[in-house]
């Protein structure tokens, strides 16, 4: 869904201003490119506090709590 929605964006600016609508559709996969180091960044952020998560509940798990 987020695709169609996506399209028919780029459609209506390529209706209303065809240039800035090229210009969009060039520079899509430079930002795209450009974000992928603070993605990967994210993603080893996010596995660093799963793991903090984990190491902090493993006393109560060992005990016998159970996550809801």
């Known amino acids: 869904m987020t695709t169609l929605a996506t399209i028919a964006l780029w ?17 899509w996969p430079i930002l795209w490119l450009l974000s ?6 994210g993603i080893g952020v996010g596995g660093l506090l799963a793991l903090v998560q984990a190491i902090v509940f493993l006393p109560a798990r060992l005990l016998g709590w159970r996550p809801a």
């Open 11 to 27: 459609i209506l600016l390529f209706i209303l201003c065809w240039p800035l609508a090229v210009l969009a559709l060039l520079a």
């Open 36 to 41: 992928i180091p603070f993605r990967l960044v």
